[in-house]
């Protein structure tokens, strides 16, 4: 029963939460549904696309998701089910969401440019320039993680090919292949065929249950590595091609396996609350030190995408600017769809703790398992058929949300590469010269993103999650500081960012330095190995970058004020 009064209350809050506040932002900012879109007036066939709202918040929600709601929330676990819950409900409504929509916003006004190109409007060409270093840096460990989590899914110890004897990671390769050729059929039947939206939706819901069907009976055999290379491949790829061929129709399909994961969750929840076939046993606060930390920082940056993600802002002046259609949809898309991300990770809490004894024990490879594991337990015995689908459909799930975050941030990090060569009056690569061209080439910053990010995959995923989750929330701060400084300079209501935005910035900085601060000590006793030696490196670098931004931050605020005054 303690399970459904969470959720309940969770869903509850949330709506509140997007009917009130949300609203309440669109007015201050002035939202204007006349007003034309980028997507709309620089409509180019490859990156600026107008979307259906819907196909729109498909791609969004499925690329903002990606494992993080699910691997934060569970790892956070170990403080008790209150503090999680209450960062989830706080942090998505007044920090998340705020952001997501903040930042959407700020974009579309900016003929659908990054969060670079709004910090050089408010804050100066320097500040942009270090903005986008550190968003880079981001983003290589967005890839390094997810490449991580998604090659662990998928592994197979040794073989290659075909078997008609699946275990569940080589089900869940099966079809997270299938679902690629779907997505491109998809993409290619409405934007090329004029198939209608309703009836191209329904046909590719059934292709779904058809390449889940081969799935459970047919398998995809491949090691670790070979993963890894492909993964590679794949997001170099999927990052170059036109959006309306693989990152609209794949997004959107694969939010229905979200919509679907959902509500199969919720089902099971009500279910396990009525017949008791699953208990609901996380304590209430365990304390203010775990295994992960002390609660500040630790809570706040390993909840991560679940209450607020500096990744989602990138996603929301990187690519679903481009694509919006009208202004009135921003909310929805954006503050929306981090309350539903919201509500996943209390979902993924309660999920994990139907089995946290196991999980805590170390019965599970990892959260994604935890996950699964936890729903499937709703419904049925381990090692039945009905728990088996419904482990590898869940699976399935965070592998398809990993995949997207993965070709979206290649494709985010290869905007803010070419940038970073750029002058202010040149538009793409094509209008630089020298050098300069060629470093803003496509080819050479998605080369560049997807090697180092392969390579950092092969790292352990505990190795690589702690510095993304600072990294990515620290940039969440600084996202939240840009789009405060651009809304102070456009004469708009900016205070509702002042609190979140130094919170943001004093928890993530922290973290980087008991960091830094651990792994010094750590090389002195002779115990390091390299890969604390990368963590140290990355977090020194990215707490600097941080203090300057905020030190150009605080000048921008100044000068403001100063004016206003």
């Known amino acids: 029963m303690t399970a459904i009064l969470i959720i309940v209350a969770a869903i509850i809050l949330l709506l509140i939460g997007y009917v009130g506040y949300g609203s309440w932002l669109a007015k201050q900012w002035g939202i204007d549904p006349k007003k034309s879109t980028p997507a709309v007036e620089m409509e180019d066939g490859v990156d600026y696309v107008a979307a259906k709202p819907a196909v729109l918040m498909g791609h969004h929600f499925s690329s903002i998701a990606g494992a993080g709601p699910i691997n934060g929330p569970i790892q956070a676990a170990v403080f008790g089910w209150v503090p999680v819950f209450l960062w989830c409900i706080i942090g998505g409504i007044f920090f998340g969401g705020l952001q997501d929509f903040g930042s959407l916003f700020a974009s579309i006004r900016h003929k659908g440019k990054s969060v670079g190109e709004i910090i050089r409007d408010s804050m100066g060409r320097r500040a942009q320039r270090l903005f986008t270093i550190f968003a880079l840096l981001v983003l290589i460990l967005v890839i390094a993680s997810f490449v991580n989590v998604v090659a662990g899914t998928f592994m197979s110890e040794s073989g290659f090919g075909v078997t ?47 390449i889940v069907i081969v799935g459970l009976n047919f398998g995809f055999v491949m090691t670790r590595t070979e993963w890894i290379v492909f993964i590679g491949v794949y997001i170099a790829v999927a990052s170059l091609v036109p959006v309306w061929i693989l990152l609209q129709p794949r997004d959107y399909l694969s939010s229905f396996l979200l919509y679907g994961m959902m509500i199969l969750a919720l089902l099971g929840i009500f279910v396990c609350g009525f017949t008791g076939r ?288």
Not at 500 to 523: E, G, Q, R
Request: net charge positive.
């Open 164 to 210: 008609a004897s699946p275990s569940g990671n080589q089900t869940t390769a099966m079809i997270s292949l299938l679902f690629i050729v779907l997505a491109v059929i998809y993409g290619y039947i409405t934007n090329r065929l004029g198939v209608g939206t309703l009836p191209a939706t329904i046909g590719g819901i059934i292709g779904i249950v058809a």
């Open 278 to 565: 699953a208990t609901f046993n996380i304590p209430a606060f365990t304390g203010w030190n775990t295994s992960i930390g002390t609660l500040f920082p630790a809570l706040f940056i390993t909840v991560a995408c679940g209450a607020c993600s500096g990744f989602h802002s990138l996603i929301a002046t990187g690519t679903s600017s481009k694509q919006l259609d009208n202004e009135k949809n921003a909310k929805p898309i954006a503050y929306g769809s981090m309350l539903i991300e919201s509500a996943l990770g209390i979902v993924a809490l309660i999920a994990v703790g139907m089995v946290f004894d196991k999980y805590t024990g170390g019965a599970f490879g990892g959260p994604p398992a935890a996950f699964a594991a936890g729903i499937a337990t709703m419904f049925s015995d381990e090692g039945s058929s009905a728990y088996n689908t419904i482990y590898a459909l869940l699976t399935l799930a965070v592998s398809v949300f990993a995949l997207t975050s993965l070709d979206t941030g290649t494709r985010l990090g290869r905007f803010l590469f070419s940038e970073l060569f750029l002058k202010e009056d040149e538009k793409s690569w094509k209008d630089a010269d020298g050098v300069r061209k060629f470093l803003a080439h496509p080819l050479v910053g998605t080369t560049f993103l997807v090697v180092v990010g392969c390579i950092l995959g092969g790292l352990s995923l505990s190795q690589i999650w702690g510095l993304f989750g600072a990294a990515n929330q620290l940039l969440a701060g600084i996202a939240l500081m840009a789009v405060c400084a651009w809304l102070g300079q456009a004469g708009k209501n900016n205070k509702m960012f002042y609190v979140p935005m130094v919170f943001m910035l004093a928890a993530t900085l922290c973290s980087l330095l008991i960091t830094v601060k651990n792994k010094i000590v750590m090389i002195g006793a002779g115990q390091a190995l390299w890969g604390d030696w990368f963590q140290l490196i990355f977090a020194a670098a990215m707490a600097i970058l941080a203090l300057f931004l905020v030190a150009e931050g605080v000048q921008t605020f100044k000068k403001q004020a100063k004016a206003a005054a």
